[in-house]
C-alpha cells in the first residue's frame, strides 16, 4: 500500500522528518542492512 493511500484515510497523521545526523542510530542501522543477509536481527544497543 502506497503511503498517499494510506493518509488519505479519514485518520490524524502527522508526518515528521528527520534528518540522518539527527537520527544516528537509524542511520547506522540503514547502512548496516547493506551488509547482512535477509534474517531477523536484533539490536539491544543503538
Do not use: C, G
Not at 502506497?2 to 540522518?20: I, T
Not at 545526523?21 to 536481527?41: G, I, R, V
Amino acid at each position: 500500500m502506497e503511503l498517499q493511500s494510506l493518509v488519505d484515510h479519514n485518520w490524524n497523521v502527522d508526518l515528521v522528518h528527520a534528518f540522518r545526523e539527527a537520527n544516528q542510530a537509524a542511520n547506522h542501522m540503514a547502512k548496516l542492512s547493506h551488509t547482512l543477509s535477509e534474517d531477523l536481527y536484533i539490536f539491544y544497543y543503538p
